[in-house]
């Protein structure tokens, strides 16, 4: 089965392909490696585990990468549910410097291993670790993005790191199961996985890591079903969260209304709220992705659309779709305590 065709059997690809666009462009206004306790990582770094309980029964377990093991910490979280998280921590993270929290949600592939293997997505599979030591130490290069990027995105890019260096997110990255978005099962399970974000996993985040309480300093994205997941998620809480972001959302033309709509009534509720669609020339779901930006340019629905080189797979995530959602939410999100 090829990915256009795995896609479809989620019911959450477009039937239209495009090839339109050319390097980011912002408009304001308008399954692969698995990671084993004590082996090499996808990235190719030694990583080592222990294991602890401090939680009842819990099992906690803690990560470090090569290279980046002085600057970032990498936990593994399980709840009473089964659900797993991670966290990554960047040591400058303290109770005297606390950083805003992203919630980064991953794709199909992933959701089909199961928690204990597909809660490793964005740490593991989509490089974030890598992205996260990468931006804190500019300049960034063309392999940084996989090669996905244009010269002069590059460059504008370095530029503003230059002017406004990379001030640091903990990222939480928790499983997200394979939630068929077009059955009728839905809004059951969307519900309800909204419900452990926003009830289980960011209350121990807020209890247990170095974060800004403040909903301004707390954003939520994600890549492909993880995308579509983090809008429904994020439009249905805009009190929990001061920016949404998704990266080639798998989404259909039959829910641009419906976003719209969603998108409408978050910014009702927080006016302040950062909207952020990014899509990417050879994404399967670019051609839906843009028509929704329109319809919320049209609707006054204010929000940042991004379109650039690369297709719907792991190199964009591991190029620019790591660097493009830790840049924005380190942009966007408050950094104030």
């Known amino acids: 089965m090829d990915r256009r065709s795995f896609l479809l059997s989620a019911g959450v690809l477009s039937s239209e392909l495009s090839a339109v666009g ?13 990671q084993k306790k004590g082996t090499n990582d996808t990235l190719g770094n030694k990583s080592s585990a222990r294991e602890r309980d401090p939680n009842g029964g819990h099992d906690e377990s803690e990560v470090a990468d090569a290279g980046s093991a002085s600057s970032l910490k990498t936990t593994l979280w399980s709840f009473a549910g089964g659900e797993r998280a991670v966290v990554i921590v960047p040591a400058h993270a303290t109770a005297e410097n606390r950083l805003p929290v992203v919630v980064a949600l991953h794709g199909r592939g992933e959701a089909l291993k199961g928690p204990a293997v597909g809660v490793y997505g964005w740490p593991r599979d989509y490089a974030l670790v890598r992205a996260m030591t990468r931006v804190s130490a ?12 244009e010269p002069e995105v590059l460059a504008r890019t370095n530029a503003q790191l230059r002017a406004s260096p990379f001030r640091g997110l903990v990222v939480v990255c928790p499983y997200v199961p ?11 399970a969307l ?6 974000v926003v009830s289980m996993l960011l209350p121990r985040v807020r209890a247990e890591l170095p974060v800004l309480d403040a909903p301004e300093a707390c954003g939520i994205d994600g890549v492909s079903l993880g995308g579509a997941v983090a809008l429904r998620v994020g439009l249905a809480h805009p009190e929990v969260f001061g920016a949404v972001g998704s990266l080639q959302a798998a989404i259909s033309d039959e829910q641009i209304d419906e976003f719209t709509r969603l998108a409408q009534a978050a910014r009702q509720r927080r006016p302040t709220l ?43 995530n591991r190029g620019p779709g790591a660097i493009e959602m830790l840049l924005w939410h380190d942009r ?5 305590a």
Do not use: N
């Not at 050319?22 to 698995?34: L, N, P």
């Not at 394979?178 to 059955?183: C, P, Q, T, V, Y």
């Not at 028509?291 to 797979?313: L, M, Q």
């Open 332 to 336: 966007v999100l408050s950094h104030r």
């Open 178 to 188: 394979d939630i068929e978005l077009r059955k009728p099962s839905a809004p059951g």
């Open 22 to 34: 050319r390097c980011f462009r912002r408009d304001r206004g308008t399954s692969q490696g698995v």
């Open 138 to 149: 500019p300049p960034l290069r063309r392999d940084d993005y996989e090669g996905f990027v």
């Open 274 to 316: 950062a909207l952020r669609l990014l899509t990417s020339r050879q994404d399967y779901f670019h051609s839906v992705i843009s028509r929704t930006s329109a319809a919320w340019k049209k609707a006054g629905i204010v929000h940042e659309f991004a379109d650039g080189p690369g297709p719907h797979d792991y190199p964009f």
């Open 191 to 196: 519900k309800a996985y909204g419900s452990f």
